[in-house]
């Protein structure tokens, strides 16, 4: 019988030591606070010397850029509140501050699950931002959904991601279903006597998906789709498109791809001499590049997340009856700049918001318990210099349903092109011109 027992012993020593030699992903960064988190030293809610948020960022692979942004922006916004003392918890009676930790996900998504039930298990976080991107993101809700922890999502504008019964997951990008939406309500409320829309676009899979969205939306707004037809990826001769665009007469052109196939279109839209109020493409627009087209860039329009031009102020969220919350557009702008000696574009302007949308959850709810810190993003409606936000409680429970795409428009100012907010309203800074005055 003893032999038996030390057999067992034995093989339970050696299944506990395979067990830690397993391979985790290792730590790439640090918080900026002097405390390192570890999974010893995180201390309970109930008596929290601070909160740790955990993510992963895409400090290797193709979302290198765009991450980099994201996590820069995260990290001002945790400065930012820490400076102030830390986030106020009511239960506490005291302001805690925010640490933080995150491992490269090297851009896949395998390893952003590894990452993701490590950050819970292992490190303790309290709570989690995403990754950057949609794909990386659905990899981590599900882990996030798995043990409970409230997660802000950023950097990530797929639909799919909140059909799957998810409780915890909140997105903060306006969906890809409404990427050109409003560039509709744009064009109904500007020139209320367009009646037809062509709608031509890159065959790819998100440019289609943002296309169908358009055109449900515009027949719903009662508008005519007088052509909706896709091209290939790579395309480079539109004559043909364009042909049936003029044969077609609409009032409006919407659409796209990416940047070289729009800003072709763009081109040779400007050349065959369109006459229409409305030209709105996907991403090419939004690129600093494109005013390198000179002329024919001129009054094209086409959507971002976020601009440092956008007007999101106290103003507009007293008109709207709800909070400002968070620093002003030209707070965030100025800050970014003078810590990291450029302007801030979209990406990095959603990773602040992920923190600041995370501090105003706390502090409604007055604790760290991840449950009622849930119920307060679920109820929060507010508006901050991303913009106003909201979530969606039905069917796709955590979608965003109040953030609008910001619309902009290459207008002229001093010889020089230059990019302007034109939607919403209550972030506009300066008024749509139509596409058709430039001839």
Not at 113 to 140: N, V
Not at 152 to 168: E, M, W
Not at 180 to 191: H, I, N, R
Request: aromatic share 12%; net charge negative; hydrophobic share 40%.
């Amino acid at each position: 019988m003893k032999k038996i027992l030390v057999v067992l012993l034995l093989l339970s020593v050696l299944l506990v030591g395979c067990a830690q030699q397993t391979v985790q992903p290792s730590a790439t960064s640090t918080p900026t606070t002097q405390t390192t988190p570890s999974a010893t030293s995180t201390p309970s809610t109930s008596a929290a010397e601070k909160i740790l948020i955990g993510f992963s960022e895409s400090k290797t692979g193709k979302f290198n850029a765009e991450s980099k942004e994201q996590t820069n922006g995260f990290l001002l916004w945790m400065e930012n509140v820490n400076a102030e003392g830390g986030i106020y918890v009511k239960d506490l009676g005291k302001k805690v501050k925010v640490s933080y930790t995150s491992y490269d996900d090297e851009s896949s998504g395998e390893r952003v699950q590894q990452i993701y039930a490590k950050l819970i298990s292992e490190d303790k976080a309290d709570f989690l931002i995403s990754p950057y991107s949609s794909g990386l993101t659905a990899s981590a809700a599900i882990i996030a959904e798995q043990y409970g922890k409230v997660m802000v999502a950023t950097g990530a504008a797929s639909d799919s991601i909140f059909n799957k019964g998810y409780q915890h997951v909140f997105q903060l990008y306006t969906p890809s279903s409404r990427y050109l939406t409003s560039a509709v309500d744009l064009l109904q409320t500007k020139f209320p006597d367009a009646k037809k829309v062509a709608i031509v676009y890159e065959n790819s899979k998100f440019a289609k998906s943002v296309a169908q969205a358009t055109k449900s939306y515009a027949e719903e707004k009662g508008l005519e789709v007088v052509l909706y037809e896709a091209y290939e990826p790579g395309t480079t001769d539109f004559t043909s498109f364009i042909n049936k665009i003029q044969a077609a007469n609409p009032d409006a052109i919407i659409g796209g791809g990416h940047f070289a196939d729009g800003e072709t279109f763009a081109k040779q839209i400007f050349e065959k001499k369109v006459k229409i109020k409305l030209l709105s493409l996907l991403v090419a627009p939004a690129v600093p590049e494109f005013a390198e087209i000179g002329d024919a860039a001129l009054y094209v329009t086409g959507p971002s997340q976020w601009e440092p031009q956008a007007k999101y102020t106290k103003e507009a969220a007293q008109k709207m009856g709800v909070e400002f919350f968070g620093p002003t557009v030209e707070e965030f702008v100025k800050e970014y700049k003078a810590k990291y000696g450029y302007e801030p574009g979209y990406h990095a302007a959603g990773g602040y918001a992920a923190g600041l949308i995370l501090q105003k959850a706390i502090e409604d709810a007055g604790t760290l318990d991840s449950e009622k810190v849930r119920e307060a993003l679920e109820n929060m409606k507010v508006m901050t210099f991303f913009g106003y936000l909201e979530f969606e409680k039905g069917e796709y429970y955590g979608r965003q349903i109040g953030h609008d795409m910001v619309v902009i428009q290459w207008q002229e100012s001093d010889g020089q092109l230059k990019k302007e907010v034109v939607w919403p309203e209550t972030g506009a800074s300066s008024q749509v011109i139509a596409y058709d005055e430039k001839y």
